[in-house]
């Protein structure tokens, strides 16, 4: 082989190099005159190519197979035909120039000398071989010298045959020489096996660091010279010592028999043993189970003794298991024979765990990726697929095996929207270019691949980067939202239209309103609006139920959307109330179109269940011209001219002006509304005290009276600062603001009687007003039990006044409330009796404490007769059915004298005591 050649050897071939072309270029320099040129040339190229053929023969890489031969001073086969060869060339070349040229020119030149040259390059470029000389020097010679012989060129021979004894005499002397190259080989070589051995020891040392080690560290021993052998390995020994001691991974070494020889001490850190405590103990006791050894033993046996990356479970001296991955491999003696095996083992416990993290983790992906309903799709950096979902397979048509290293674009076919045949561009400039999300902007479609069906889709992407931040590829998101986009439809439709009849609702009414105060306030054009209220409308619902008044609305709406162009806009604005707007209609032509509309209602007869029913429609008429007004202000007079529709006797068409009285009344009371709520938020209201005396003072000795509301006003003096309840109740009541007042007074008043202050603690009896829209909400019965057992008042103190209205409106829910009080403790007042359309029916049906005269009644008793019978009347019956009563606005002495004749119990007004304040 190439490495076996002696550096000796190689420098011998390049003299022999040197001197055969020191020879040609003597030839040349003084043959030049002799030999035409051009020959000189071609002897010169055909002398340096045999000589070049010999060089090559001569070296290590020619001498293969069955031709080589030994190599050394024997020579090869080849190497010796070449050595011939070029005898035969350096002798037949001067025969045939004097036999061509006719002149004596090897006597005149310097071939004999080349020829020793060249002789003397053979044999230092074979490493001094005699034969290889002897090869090349008989037929160098002794062809011109057969050639001078003939033509009896006596000095040509002797110059030849000078040159061959020359070359004898160079051979025989050379004899002891090669002998002693011989031996030098030999020794040589022997060396070169001890290196050999050595390095592969070397070697075998090093490439057990190299498994051991994470980092693959190279320990490099280098064995420059024969004397330093020993030592080099017995100091890598000691260094491969201290790498088994320093390094992590565990390094064992197991006897034939099976017993732990040799051991690292990493193994502490690893099983938990120290070195001297595992040395000995059979190598299968360090296994988690007896199959894993097996497993092992087996594995190690299979594989020819050489095993890697061997994952088995090992056990701590604690117990518990941990993975290890083991390289081992049989030792061997200086026979060949099995003396046991060694190896690195290396925990990977947290490496194992990792990896069944991940792959759980990479299935949980999978498993998510394949149950979502979002197609998702990865592309690399050039865009190509990478990855597809079943969902985007289903979506797109492609398969995965199909669509993978296509382009993006081919996969997901996208049109817009709104016209199908426009391409729509993915944002992957900004994914893979700029490294940011981004969503697909404007409405999509996506065409399967087939073209057989297509979902309109949202689409969201962005980049995706390694752990050095740089982006590697993208990955999309999109969904189908075909129906969401149909059901969106249905809920803009739906938000905008009344369910019931199919009209427009009060949002997007309210919307076409704008727009026409818009185009009024540019001088466009004159619009009308209408606000209607059906009357009567509440006995269909409660003599028939829901559905007959649903049918009635739908009824409705046809009549009035046929009475109406197709540019005038109808509304239901809610419940009965329905909205008109006229665009571009005067007011004068906007009154007879109401008017014609609430005559179409009033000609309408519905008919449900054999039952005929006439309703009509109060309408309130409103402008919209050019003068600044704003929604709000609008549909506040058009509901304010519809209420005064109603006042005035229902079934009428009122045309709000700006001097209208009664619309700046409705105002007002639309200016308390907002007064009221803001006072109930930020506590403006305060409570008097008015004391109830018993007309007969053994009636009873602690006191009893009647908490009024009042209103503050953030303006005035101290006088004006109170507000009468005349002033704010009506639009309380209009507006249904009641329950939120009685609900602010209730708290108060329970909260004051709980602290039993000193103007607290003698009340033996508290009146509290309850409003007609309280005592019908059951949610406020609740509320007052739930405040009692919140304050803890006894609820025998309380009484509360109902009136009349109260009952009338509905008896059934006014008897469940009032039953359910008293059934705790508390006691009622009919309030205002007597001032309405009462009948002692109600009496006997509902159950209360007190009645309270009402004041018209009480002011002229003293002196009319026809009050005196009245108050008798009453009070008479009040006591038949175990009642007491109680006279309102008792002003002066002769009235209490009055009532003391009549036998009326209780007395209220400004003759007993004039409220005071209560908390």
């Not at 050999?196 to 021993?221: F, G, S, V, Y």
């Not at 008897?815 to 009919?830: P, W, Y």
């Not at 003293?862 to 008792?890: C, D, F, L, P």
Request: include cysteine; aromatic fraction near 6%.
């Amino acid at each position: 082989m190439a490495s076996e050649v002696p550096n000796t050897r190689k420098g011998f071939l390049l003299l022999e190099t040197g001197l055969h072309l020191l020879a040609i270029a003597l030839v040349y320099t003084i043959q030049s005159s002799v030999i035409p040129l051009q020959d000189l040339y071609k002897l010169t190229g055909f002398l340096t190519a045999v000589s070049a053929l010999r060089v090559l023969s001569a070296m290590p890489e020619s001498n293969k197979g069955a031709i080589s031969g030994a190599y050394g001073h024997q020579g090869g086969i080849l190497e010796y035909l070449c050595a011939v060869l070029l005898g035969l060339v350096w002798g037949a070349v001067p025969t045939a120039l004097e036999y061509t040229l006719g002149a004596n020119i090897s006597t005149q030149s310097i071939f004999p000398l080349a020829v020793i040259a060249v002789g003397l390059g053979v044999f230092t470029g074979s490493a001094l071989n005699t034969r290889l000389l002897m090869a090349f020097a008989f037929p160098a010679c002794l062809l011109p010298i057969a050639w001078h012989a003939q033509l009896q060129q006596i000095p040509a021979v002797t110059s030849w045959s000078l040159a061959l004894l020359a070359l004898l005499a160079v051979a025989q002397a050379s004899r002891g020489i090669e002998a002693l190259i011989e031996r030098f080989l030999q020794i040589s070589r022997g060396n070169t096996d001890l290196v050999k051995n050595l390095a592969q020891t070397r070697d075998e040392a090093l490439a057990a660091q190299a498994e051991a080690e994470t980092a693959n560290q190279a320990l490099q021993l280098e064995i420059a010279e024969r004397e330093k052998a020993e030592q080099k390995i017995i100091a890598s020994e000691r260094e491969l010592s201290r790498i088994l001691d320093d390094m992590m991974d565990t390094y064992f070494q197991v006897a034939a028999d099976g017993k732990i020889a040799r051991v690292s001490p990493s193994v502490e850190i690893m099983l938990g043993y120290e070195v001297d405590d595992i040395k000995g103990r059979p190598w299968n006791d360090l296994f988690a189970t007896r199959q894993a050894a097996d497993s092992f033993r087996n594995r190690l046996e299979s594989a020819f003794g050489v095993i890697q990356n061997h994952e088995v479970r090992l056990l701590h001296r604690d117990g518990r298991e941990i993975w290890v991955s083991i390289n081992a491999h049989y030792r061997q003696d200086a026979r060949g024979n099995t003396e046991g095996f060694e190896g690195v083992a290396r925990d990977t416990t947290e490496a194992r765990l990792a990896k069944d993290n991940l792959f759980r983790e990479k299935e949980l992906w999978q498993v998510t990726l394949e149950s979502i309903a979002d197609g998702v799709i990865t592309t690399d950096l050039a865009g190509h697929v990478s990855y597809l979902n079943s969902v985007a397979e289903h979506m797109t048509g492609w398969s995965i095996d199909e669509a993978r290293k296509q382009p993006l674009k081919d996969v997901m076919q996208l049109g817009n929207e709104a016209d199908p045949g426009e391409p729509v561009e993915l944002p992957m400039e900004e994914w893979l270019e700029k490294g940011k999300k981004a969503d697909l902007q404007e409405p999509a479609i996506l065409f399967r691949r087939d073209r057989a069906s297509e979902s309109a889709i949202e689409l969201s992407g962005a980049p995706i980067k390694n752990l050095n931040a740089e982006v590697i590829g993208s990955v999309m998101v999109f969904h189908d939202v075909t129906k969401l986009r149909a059901l969106a439809m249905q809920l803009a439709y739906q938000a905008t239209h009344d369910a019931l009849t199919g009209l427009i609702n009060r949002v997007e009414f309210d919307t076409r309103v704008e727009q026409a105060i818009h185009s009024a306030n540019r001088g466009e054009k004159q619009h009308a609006m209408f606000y209607m209220d059906l009357d009567q409308f509440k006995v269909v619902n409660d003599t028939c139920g829901h559905p007959a008044g649903d049918e009635l609305l739908k009824q409705i709406s046809g009549q009035l959307r046929s009475a109406l162009r197709e540019s005038d806009l109808l509304a239901r604005l809610g419940g009965d109330e329905f909205g008109v707007l006229l665009v571009g209609c005067p007011l004068t032509i906007a009154e007879g179109i109401a008017d014609k509309l609430r005559q179409l209602v009033e000609d309408f007869r519905f008919v449900w269940e054999e039952n005929l029913f006439r309703i009509g429609v109060s309408i309130g008429v409103v402008p919209i011209n050019s003068t600044e007004t704003d929604l709000t202000e609008l549909m506040r007079a058009a509901d304010s001219a519809c209420y005064v529709a109603k006042e005035n006797g229902r079934n009428q068409v009122h045309v709000s002006r700006p001097d209208d009285a009664k619309i700046a009344e409705q105002h007002g009371q639309m200016q308390w509304m907002q007064r009221i709520q803001r006072a109930v938020e930020e506590d403006e209201f305060t409570l008097h005290f008015q004391p109830i005396k018993a007309i007969e003072g053994s009636l009873e000795e602690r006191v009893h009276g009647e908490v009024l509301l009042r209103m503050v006003d953030d303006k005035g003096t101290d006088a004006e600062r109170i507000i009468a309840p005349l002033a704010f109740l009506p639009a309380a009541e209009r507006y249904h603001l009641m329950p939120i007042i009685d609900r602010w007074v209730l708290k108060k008043t329970l909260h004051h009687l709980a602290n039993n202050t000193a103007t607290t603690r003698h009340i033996a009896t508290c009146s509290i007003n309850l409003s007609g829209q309280s005592v019908s909400d059951l949610k406020m019965l609740n509320f007052i039990t739930e405040l009692i057992t919140e304050t803890d008042v006894d609820p025998r103190r309380l009484c509360f006044e109902i009136t009349e209205s109260a009952v009338i409106a509905n008896m059934d829910i006014a008897g469940q409330f009032v039953n359910r009080l008293r059934s705790i403790g508390c006691r009622f007042a009919l309030d205002d009796f007597g001032s309405g359309l009462s009948t002692f029916d109600y009496l006997k049906r509902l159950q209360v404490d007190y009645v309270k005269l009402d004041g018209v009644l009480v002011r002229d008793v003293a002196t009319n007769r026809v009050s005196q019978a009245m108050v008798h009347a009453i009070n008479y019956v009040v006591h038949v059915m175990g009642m007491k009563s109680i006279a309102e606005y008792v002003e002066s002495d002769e009235i209490t004298e009055a009532l003391r004749k009549l036998s009326v119990d209780y007395a209220q007004g400004y003759a007993i005591g004039k409220p005071e304040p209560f908390c």
